[in-house]
């Protein structure tokens, strides 16, 4: 259990029987009573986003949830397998529970993997990854104003926004949290 005090953003808490992430935080401490700690909470397994208030005294459950190392392996049908690199036991994950990570899969990646109650619910992949482009106009010579991009697409299919300069071939770095293109890589 935890108590009101112990509420921060990040902290993964237990409503109704579903696991929440907490995306926001605010303490506010009224001239009398209890304090008040108002939260904005993801469901872990929905994607479901809630606003809660919690006074000082509340306690809060905690979710039973164990994260694991894990090798990614293939893709079979609409799944993503994975393998615990000390046990070789395989897990079946949903593409739903990765969305847009399914870009950024690279065979024996290693990952962290999060457990609720024995059921997969969230995959973290490396922050980076670093993707060749396959398809992108050449850039413009002279063309040095800043912040201007152009499409590209990556050896994956993954289509992003890089700088004028990038040409096919260029290996460049994504970051996988927002999928945005983070930097070229000399090689």
């Known amino acids: 259990m935890f108590s009101a005090s112990d509420l921060r953003k990040g902290l993964k808490i237990e409503i109704d029987g579903d696991p929440y ?12 009573g209890q304090s008040i700690y108002r939260c904005k909470l993801r469901n872990l397994i929905t994607g479901n986003t809630m606003d809660k208030a919690y006074r000082s005294a509340e306690k809060i459950d905690k979710p039973d949830l164990m994260q694991h190392d894990m090798l990614y392996s293939y893709k079979e049908g609409d799944q993503y397998v994975f393998m615990n690199p000390e046990t070789y036991e395989q897990i079946h994950v949903e593409a739903s529970i990765l969305g847009n ?9 290693s ?10 619910i969230e995959v973290e992949l490396p922050n980076f990854i670093e993707r060749t482009v396959a398809e992108t106009e050449p850039g413009a010579r002279g063309d040095t104003a800043t912040n201007v991009t152009k499409p590209a697409v990556l050896d994956n299919g993954y289509e992003v926004a890089v700088p004028i300069f990038i040409n096919e071939g260029d290996v460049v770095r994504i970051d996988t949290r927002t999928g945005t293109y983070d930097g070229r890589v000399n090689k």
């Open 111 to 120: 990952v962290k993997i999060l457990f609720f109650n024995d059921r997969p």
């Open 21 to 32: 992430v907490i995306t926001d935080f605010d303490f506010m401490k009224p001239g009398k």
């Open 101 to 109: 990570q399914v870009f950024f899969l690279i065979e024996d990646m």
